[in-house]
């Protein structure tokens, strides 16, 4: 099994470009998640999904959008990049919601200028 | 609000040495509780975890505590090795949401 599996490693917006990030898992889980992570700030819950079909927001949705049209797969999307979204985004998954050992993706950073 | 923190940013600890890295929290809500380990460039690795119904548990050199009345748990290394070198991560979760909520880590250097 590959895992949690995420694309692009690097990437470089200017402020209002879009784009989505790929995350990916061979494992079929039913819940996948979205996070970022910023100095001093942790790891915050952007997006989550208990399953194809469904997702809702986390702590911080604003500015992202997400879809879960299959199991294995849930992009993260950026409709107008904000230096603000500068950060590093971890994708997780887990079998089914309550399982919270999930296990994470190796991560995208983002870099809006 | 910060409902997880952790507020020691970096821990210095001599190799063989017990590291102690402590975390707080407000919602009494949370009844899960995980500790990650980060290296650079990588994502986080699940590392143990605690149902609120216990107060201790153990795995190798890893223990966490759970003290339910002061909304605090602590996560014990021992021996502490080179490799524990990383950033540590607590985490709560509540309700089966499976949403988790960190708090903002602390770096653990373990000297040779």
């Known amino acids: 099994n590959a895992g949690v599996t995420q694309t692009p490693k690097f990437q470089v917006l200017k402020t209002g470009q879009s784009m989505t990030l790929q995350c990916a898992q061979d494992?079929?889980?039913?819940?996948m998640s979205w996070y970022r992570q910023d100095p001093g700030m942790g790891l915050r819950l952007i997006h989550y999904?208990?399953?194809?079909?469904?997702?809702d927001q986390g702590e911080v949705p604003n500015g992202y959008n997400v879809s879960r049209s299959t199991t294995e797969d849930f992009p993260l999307r950026l409709l107008s990049a904000a230096p603000s979204q500068t950060s590093v985004y971890f994708c997780?998954?887990?079998?089914?919601?309550?399982?919270?050992?999930?296990?994470f993706g190796p991560g995208t950073r983002l870099t809006v200028t | 609000d910060q409902q997880v923190k952790q507020n020691s940013p970096s821990l210095s600890v001599q190799e063989g040495r017990i590291s102690i890295l402590n975390c707080d929290y407000t919602?009494?809500?949370?009844?899960?509780f995980l500790w990650y380990k980060k290296y650079p460039a990588e994502g986080p690795t699940f590392l143990i975890s605690?149902?609120?119904?216990?107060d201790k548990n153990e795995d190798g050199r890893f223990t966490v505590f759970l003290n339910k009345s002061a909304k605090h748990l602590s996560l014990h290394i021992v021996p502490s090795q080179p490799g524990d070198s990383a950033v540590y991560f607590c985490?709560?979760?509540?309700?089966?949401?499976?949403?988790?909520?960190f708090g903002q880590g602390t770096t653990l250097q373990v000297k040779p």
């Open positions: 997780a998954s887990s079998y089914q919601v309550g399982m919270e050992e999930q296990y």
């Open positions: 494992m079929n889980h039913e819940y």
């Open positions: 999904s208990v399953g194809a079909g469904i997702t």
């Open positions: 919602n009494s809500m949370f009844d899960y």
């Open positions: 605690i149902s609120s119904i216990k």
């Open positions: 985490a709560a979760s509540g309700g089966n949401t499976g949403k988790l909520i």
